[in-house]
Each structure stands twice: as structure tokens, then as C-alpha cells.
């Protein structure tokens, strides 16, 4: 039975507002990285559902409608905004209003950025920019790069005209934690697999390693595959 806030949100009516959407789009990303706002979303909902004195915002689409009602009370020591990472946080500090995550929410939504990923977004300073100074070139490589979730690899390729071979360059997430490995070989020789393998914070990886590793070839594409891609076994 549905409730009485029901938007139509199932087939998303004239009733449903464009914040409402991005709200429902960020109720649904898979994993999402505690840099986006999903993630707060997602934390909110979740203590909104587990509410044992008033069990009021069980309905997706009773949710949906209150979400920019809630204040950071609502919350307080369950998921504040960490500064210092730029990323949401499950322990105490400071909180930020649900009326500010769903800006950020819709920003997100209309400039059609990954909900589960980290999007470089610019309202933002991000702690590991510092380390690119005085690089500019290093920054505008990571804006344009795919972060890969646990279960993810993202995978270059590339020919190398020399002699014609077609080659990976795959980065996914260590066993280490916060550490990338971004590994190089090609297809047709297998004995070629970790030809160069790095392992390395991802800011470093995507903004220095990789683009020298693939300096002398010209790259083919570049996708997100599952980590079942991988041709070798895991560190």
C-alpha cells in the first residue's frame, strides 16, 4: 500500500521535483564513495528506517519527500563532514544539513557525474591536491580519471606501433589500504603480464605513474571492467 507522500516515484510523475530524483539516484548507487553525497544519503536513510522511537520514514517515497527537512541533530554522531579528507564520515564532527547534501546531490545528477565514484567536483578542495604542486598537468590528468570500486579494475588499451602489439594497463585497489596497483603487459605474450607493476596512492598513480607508463604507446580506450578481468591473480 502506498503512502500518503507517494510521488508517482515509481514512473516518475509530475509530482516527482528534480531534487526528489537526484535523491532517488543517490539512494541507489552501488557502494558509493564517501566523497559523495550518496553516501550521506544512504547513511541517512538508513538511521532515518532504524529510528526505534518513531518508525515514520520506512517508505522510499515518504524519504524522498522529508529528506531536506532533516538537521544535522537528526544525525549528530553518526556521519558528520571530515575537512580534512573531504569525504563524509561515520564517526562525531561536524554535521552538515540534508537541505546542503541534496544541492550537492542535484549538482551531481545534472551533470550526469557516477554516484558510486569519486567525481572530482569543484566545489571542493581535495587534500591530496597539495601534493601536486607546482604540477598542473598532474591535476587535470586526475580530474579525467575513473576511480575503481573493491570489485572494479579500469582498463587502458593501448598499441605500441613499434611492432603492433595491443596492451592493458589495469589500476585497481590494493589489498593495502588506500593503495592502488596499476599494472602493464600485452595480450599476445603472456610472459609480458606485470611487466610493470606499481602500487601507489591513487592521486599518484593516475596523475604521474600511469600517463609515463604509456607515454610511448597511443591509448585505445578506456573502461571500467570487473575485477574477474584481471589476467593475473590478485596481491
Given at each position: 500500500m502506498k503512502s500518503k507522500h507517494t510521488l508517482a516515484a515509481v514512473n516518475w510523475g509530475d509530482s516527482a521535483g528534480i531534487e526528489k530524483i537526484a535523491i532517488d539516484e543517490a539512494l541507489s548507487a552501488y557502494k558509493p564513495n564517501p566523497r559523495s553525497p550518496a553516501f550521506a544519503v544512504q547513511k541517512i536513510f538508513q538511521i532515518a528506517s532504524?529510528?526505534?522511537?518513531?518508525?515514520?520514514?520506512?517508505?522510499r517515497e515518504d524519504f524522498l519527500v522529508m529528506f531536506p527537512l532533516f538537521e544535522g541533530a537528526d544525525y549528530e554522531g553518526?556521519?558528520?563532514?571530515?575537512?580534512?579528507g573531504s569525504c563524509w564520515s561515520l564517526s562525531p564532527g561536524p554535521t552538515?544539513?540534508?537541505?546542503r547534501i541534496?544541492?550537492?546531490?542535484?549538482?551531481?545528477?545534472?551533470?550526469?557525474w557516477d554516484m558510486s565514484r569519486h567525481t572530482r567536483d569543484l566545489e571542493f578542495a581535495y587534500p591530496e591536491d597539495r601534493e601536486f604542486a607546482p604540477s598542473g598537468e598532474g591535476v587535470d590528468r586526475l580530474f579525467n580519471a575513473l576511480l575503481?570500486?573493491?570489485?572494479?579494475?579500469?582498463?587502458?588499451l593501448f598499441v605500441d606501433?613499434?611492432?603492433?602489439?595491443?596492451?592493458?594497463?589495469?589500476?585497481?585497489?590494493?589489498?593495502?589500504?588506500?593503495l592502488y596497483v596499476a599494472e602493464l603487459g600485452f595480450f599476445n605474450d603472456r610472459r609480458t603480464h606485470r611487466l610493470q607493476r606499481i602500487?601507489?596512492?591513487f592521486w599518484e598513480l593516475e596523475g604521474f605513474t600511469v600517463p609515463s607508463m604509456l607515454k610511448r604507446y597511443q591509448v585505445l580506450?578506456?573502461?571500467?571492467?570487473?575485477i574477474f578481468a584481471l589476467r593475473g591473480e590478485m596481491e
Open positions: 532504524n529510528d526505534d522511537d518513531e518508525q515514520v520514514f520506512l517508505a553518526q556521519l558528520s563532514w571530515d575537512a580534512n552538515v544539513p540534508a537541505s541534496q544541492q550537492d546531490a542535484l549538482r551531481w545528477y545534472l551533470n550526469g575503481p570500486l573493491e570489485d572494479e579494475l579500469t582498463r587502458r606501433h613499434q611492432d603492433g602489439r595491443v596492451g592493458y594497463c589495469d589500476v585497481y585497489k590494493s589489498k593495502k589500504e588506500d602500487t601507489q596512492p580506450s578506456y573502461r571500467i571492467h570487473h
